[in-house]
């Protein structure tokens, strides 16, 4: 029997030296892996021109789609044009620092092209090729029309320069490397998609458009899994508030499947529900926009939202 052992042994040494070999190996994949998705690729060339020559109206209404200004006007004041950032956005992950976008050159995104613009909103990539957090959320943006990104960078044009930029983000270490995210984005972003689910009813497809990607909704009334990506099985049954205080209600027919598409219009206009006084907390300033949109977009919206598929609530 004894003599079995020292065999043994030395297959364990083995077995452990080849262990050792093999973490080595997925280490050494794991850096050449970062070194090789440090600098992502930008989906489109700095100077391509298919960008340029926007219409500044329509960005308007792209803008307060896209709830831009909630997230990027300087917080203390109350004129929502003026994006010299510097919210302050909890999450799970540390305290985001919302960027200057005004177009102030050295500040803000003055001196960015068009297509810079197209590269932040559809890869998630800064004019250097760095990887922004998905605290911004370009997930959802990413499936934006290509016209309207023109509109809206014609639009950003026109509003006030502001000096100043944004405090660094206050991040634990961990989560201070930037080229981390590159693995967040293979493992759930899909650069160009949008999760809107389409009829052929145009009135519908709009308002998958509008919810799905610029009104970003899923990414308030979802909840998220341990790497903060939206867990599709609770996409707009509800979840925690990003920011941690709360929770943001179910938007499926399970808890507003009473409210007709006339309510959601109206709540979209002026914070009113049919069952609770107004909407508030981050709601309302989405109201803010959504109440500038014009009311076809509001309609939009309503149907495709009373168009989704009952889910349950999510346990907290
Ligand atoms: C939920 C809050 C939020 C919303 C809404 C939002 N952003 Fe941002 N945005 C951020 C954060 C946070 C960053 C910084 C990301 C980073 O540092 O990786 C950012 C970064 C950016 C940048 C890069 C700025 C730079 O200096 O590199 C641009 C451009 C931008 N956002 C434009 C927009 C536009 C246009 C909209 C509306 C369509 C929008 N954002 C909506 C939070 C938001
Ligand atoms: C920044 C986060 C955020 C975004 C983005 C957001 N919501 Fe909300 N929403 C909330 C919060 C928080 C509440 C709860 C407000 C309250 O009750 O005071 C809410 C409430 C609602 C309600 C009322 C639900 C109820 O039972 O009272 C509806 C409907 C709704 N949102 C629809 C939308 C739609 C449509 C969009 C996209 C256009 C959207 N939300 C985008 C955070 C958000």
């Known amino acids: 029997m004894t003599t079995h052992h020292p065999p043994a042994r030395a297959s364990s040494v083995r077995m452990r030296a080849m262990a050792g070999l093999l973490a080595l190996l997925v280490?050494?994949?794991?850096?050449?892996?970062?070194?090789?998705?440090?600098?992502g690729r930008a989906p489109f060339h700095h100077d391509d021109a298919s960008?340029?020559?926007?219409?500044?109206?329509?960005?308007?209404?792209?803008?307060?789609?896209?709830?831009?200004?909630?997230?990027?006007?300087?917080?203390?004041?109350?004129?929502?044009?003026?994006?010299?950032?510097?919210?302050?956005?909890?999450?799970?992950?540390?305290?985001?620092?919302?960027?200057?976008?005004?177009?102030?050159?050295?500040?803000?995104?003055?001196?960015?092209?068009?297509?810079?613009?197209?590269?932040?909103?559809?890869?998630?990539?800064?004019?250097?090729?760095?990887?922004?957090?998905?605290?911004?959320?370009?997930?959802?943006?990413?499936?934006?029309?290509?016209?309207?990104?023109?509109?809206?960078?014609?639009y950003l044009k026109t509003l006030p320069p502001v000096a100043g930029r944004a405090p660094p983000h206050d991040l634990p270490l961990l989560?201070?490397?930037?080229?981390?995210?590159?693995?967040?984005?293979?493992l759930f972003f899909r650069q160009g998609r949008s999760e809107a689910v389409l009829t052929g009813d145009l009135i519908h497809?709009?308002?998958?458009?509008?919810?799905?990607?610029?009104?970003h909704c899923a990414d308030c009334h979802s909840s998220r899994n341990l790497l903060g990506a939206i867990k599709p099985e609770t996409r707009f049954a509800g979840g925690i508030d990003p920011e941690g205080t709360g929770f943001v209600p179910n938007i499926t027919p399970t808890r507003i499947g009473e409210w007709s598409e006339s309510d959601i219009v109206r709540m979209l206009e002026t914070g009113e529900t049919p069952v609770h006084g107004r909407v508030g907390s981050t709601m309302s300033d989405v109201v803010t926009n959504t109440s500038q949109l014009p009311r076809s977009d509001r309609e939009a919206i309503a149907r495709y939202i009373k168009s989704l598929p009952p889910r349950l609530t999510p346990q907290p």
């Not at 280490?27 to 600098?39: K, N, P, T």
């Not at 989560?175 to 293979?186: E, G, L, T, Y």
């Not at 497809?205 to 009104?215: F, K, N, S």
């Open 27 to 39: 280490l050494a994949c794991m850096i050449a892996g970062i070194v090789i998705f440090a600098e």
């Open 51 to 154: 960008f340029n020559g926007g219409d500044a109206a329509r960005g308007a209404i792209i803008f307060a789609a896209g709830d831009c200004a909630s997230c990027h006007a300087r917080p203390g004041q109350p004129d929502r044009l003026k994006l010299g950032g510097g919210l302050a956005l909890a999450s799970p992950f540390g305290m985001f620092s919302v960027p200057n976008i005004s177009p102030d050159p050295t500040d803000g995104i003055g001196s960015w092209s068009a297509a810079d613009l197209a590269n932040a909103l559809v890869g998630g990539l800064s004019p250097t090729g760095r990887h922004y957090y998905p605290a911004f959320p370009y997930p959802s943006y990413t499936g934006i029309r290509h016209e309207d990104i023109a509109d809206l960078y014609a």
């Open 175 to 186: 989560f201070r490397f930037r080229p981390a995210i590159a693995f967040w984005k293979v």
């Open 205 to 215: 497809d709009r308002g998958g458009y509008l919810v799905e990607t610029l009104g």
